[in-house]
């Protein structure tokens, strides 16, 4: 490539709709997608919050059969994703629809890839060429991206952690009905909210980041900026359910340029071995994670400013107010979870600047230890 002050590629296919109401307004476009569906969901939250009656209304106005899988859990394991995936191939899906956080809709991206390749069993997960099919995204919580990203996340227990699929699948079709949000929790609320800050922010400072993803980054830090009154005091009128939609769709359009970075990276063990809702894990380890960086850095001093927060220490006050954050640690932990991420080198390469082993122990220190 000739040499240049900018090169970078942008890429994000998803066919994405953003309002109250969108399901049942473009409900068409999911015509072309197949004859037979696989709903998938978690237990209870998608028939609550009203999305697998407007996804399933849908489906049967346009004479599309569907079958409902919804044993979805928290931080879906490769166990779930099989069980899934032989039932879709049995009754021959094809394609898939995921209401809710991310767990239902990284899973659904990790069945349509099993189900596109019966063959291969589990292998199709870990290699890069697999195929999958159509996969329809319907987030009901404000947070993840996984609507726009090409990520699927699933839980390997046999490796003790979390880790990504190999094959990038962008869903087709991504419906964003800040609706399905207005009762969710408070916690789960500010727990996602602080995933899709965690994006943000993990975007703009990774070594990836490029001329467009920084510019998306900025904006989708002053939506952000506008919310972080209503999250201290959880209340979330409709204008704020709206603008958390549209910040976590924005992270997961960063994030799909850039990958994430040391906070997701170090997070997933605090995940997987003290069961941290995922934005906490993250949340926890931003302020140190940004008292990394040089002191001085422009781009932090820049990200700060997009938030209206004077220093790192107002990070840090804002992660205490909007989480609860009660687990205690050990040395012991600390240096466990640092050995662990230390076998991660592909994360640790996305700070842009040397990284030793210390560095990342004192990050957990000073976030876990205080
Ligand atoms: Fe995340």
Not at 74 to 81: H, S
Not at 193 to 212: C, K, M, P, R
Request: with cysteine; net charge negative.
């Amino acid at each position: 490539m000739e040499k240049t002050t900018m090169a970078f590629r942008y890429f994000m296919p998803a066919d994405t709709y953003f309002g109250r109401g969108c399901i049942e307004a473009h409900k068409d476009v999911m015509e072309k997608l197949g004859k037979k569906a696989m709903v998938v969901t978690g237990r209870s939250s998608a028939k609550k919050n009203g999305a697998q009656k407007d996804v399933t209304d849908a489906l049967d106005s346009l004479g599309i059969q569907w079958v409902l899988f919804d044993e979805i859990g928290e931080n879906p394991d490769l166990e779930t994703v099989e069980r899934a995936a032989e039932i879709a191939v049995k009754v021959g899906v094809e394609f898939f629809i995921g209401i809710g956080g991310g767990s239902p809709m990284d899973a659904s991206k990790a069945i349509s890839v099993m189900a596109a390749n019966p063959g291969k069993g589990s292998d199709a997960l870990f290699d890069g060429n697999s195929a999958a099919l159509p996969v329809v995204a319907v987030p009901t919580t404000a947070g993840t991206g996984s609507e726009v990203t090409q990520f699927s996340i699933i839980t390997l227990h046999e490796k003790r952690t979390k880790t990504s699929i190999a094959p990038k699948v962008f869903a087709s079709v991504s419906y964003l009905d800040p609706k399905y949000m207005d009762t969710l929790s408070p916690k789960i609320t500010n727990n996602t909210a602080v995933d899709a800050l965690t994006h943000l922010i993990e975007s703009y400072l990774s070594g990836s980041a490029n001329f467009i993803s920084e510019k998306i980054v900025e904006m989708g830090l002053s939506i952000f900026r506008e919310c972080i009154p209503a999250l201290k005091a959880q209340q979330y009128p409709a204008e704020i359910r709206d603008k958390l939609m549209l910040a976590s769709a924005i992270g997961g359009v960063a994030i799909a340029q850039t990958g994430t970075s040391l906070p997701h990276g170090m997070g997933y063990f605090l995940t997987y071995e003290k069961h941290l809702a995922h934005g906490m894990a993250n949340g926890v380890l931003t302020r140190a994670y940004l008292e990394q960086f040089p002191e001085g850095d422009e781009k932090v001093a820049k990200l700060l400013a997009c938030l209206g927060m004077k220093d790192t220490a107002e990070m840090g006050a804002f992660m205490d107010a909007v989480l609860e954050h009660t687990e205690t640690y050990t040395e012991k932990d600390i240096a466990y979870y640092t050995e662990r991420f230390l076998e991660t080198p592909q994360k640790m390469a996305t700070f842009p600047y040397p990284l030793t082993k210390e560095d990342v122990y004192k990050m957990y220190e000073k976030s876990l230890l205080k």
